[in-house]
């Protein structure tokens, strides 16, 4: 893997990282990701996602600082959070520089060949956005039901988008569909708005299936209250649009 950034090129792959609160579970994931996107790519960049609660003890933001100090594939982007998931997601995709955008989470459950398999396909297909969708899945019947009854709602309110899992990534879409989006959520609902803005588009898309990893060293972040906000979002941009 080189870390040397060819000059006078355009990046043509950014691979967006959400690295909330990973702290150093983000170094062998953002590792393993960057030598995945040289293999795939001559200029890609690997975009980390430290935003941060002000006065919390998160460590993440100088995990991230330091690791895009030492090699200058990284791109760190750290600054006080103004919303959650959502609000770090656009704050990745507005930072990144690649002609193709792929967002993945850092806590490791999609299987990071999965952006191999994204990336090719939007590569060599005139999709505007390739996504995965979740079939086998190790994270409990919780996280299972939160999943199935929001893609039920989702597909009775928004009929003809054919999504089977609008929340699973990696996402990986081209620069021109990103830049003809409107993207406002900045909570868990801003996948939907992503696959609504799909829709709204009439761009093409295609998913495949992967096995969703189990969570290791920490707890969800999705709790319960989150089916309601994702039940509310959904009916609020129903009546919207």
């Known amino acids: 893997m080189t870390n040397q950034v060819p000059p006078n090129q355009d990046i043509e792959l950014s691979v967006i990282i959400l690295c909330y609160r990973a702290e150093e579970s983000i170094i062998d994931f953002a590792n393993r990701t960057a030598l995945l996107a040289s293999k795939i790519s001559d200029n890609y960049e690997i975009v980390l996602v430290g935003n941060y609660i002000e006065g919390s003890n998160d460590r993440t933001k100088d995990v991230v600082t330091k690791l895009a100090a030492e090699n200058p594939r990284y791109r760190a982007i750290c600054k ?7 609000w770090d997601m656009k704050e990745g995709l507005n930072f990144a520089r690649g002609q193709y955008l792929c967002v993945i989470d850092g806590d490791g459950q999609f299987p990071l060949e999965s952006i191999e398999l994204c990336f090719n396909k939007i590569k060599n297909s005139n999709y505007q956005l390739v996504k995965t969708y ?6 409990g019947l919780y996280r299972k039901t939160i999943s199935m009854v929001y893609n039920l709602l989702f597909s009775v309110l928004f009929p003809g988008l054919n999504s089977r899992d609008v929340n699973s990534k990696p996402k990986i879409m081209t620069r021109q569909a990103y830049e003809a989006m409107i993207l406002n959520s900045e909570d868990w609902f801003i996948d939907a708005e992503i696959m609504l803005n799909i829709r709204k588009l009439k761009l093409p898309f295609y998913e495949f ?10 707890a969800s972040f999705v709790k319960f209250k989150a089916i309601f906000e994702f039940i509310r979002n959904l009916i609020v941009y129903r009546i919207k649009n």
């Not at 979740?134 to 994270?139: C, E, H």
């Not at 299936?209 to 920490?218: K, T």
């Open 80 to 86: 006080p959070k103004q919303g959650m998931m959502g």
């Open 134 to 139: 979740r079939t086998t899945r190790n994270d």
């Open 209 to 218: 299936p992967v096995e969703f990893l189990e969570l290791e060293g920490r």
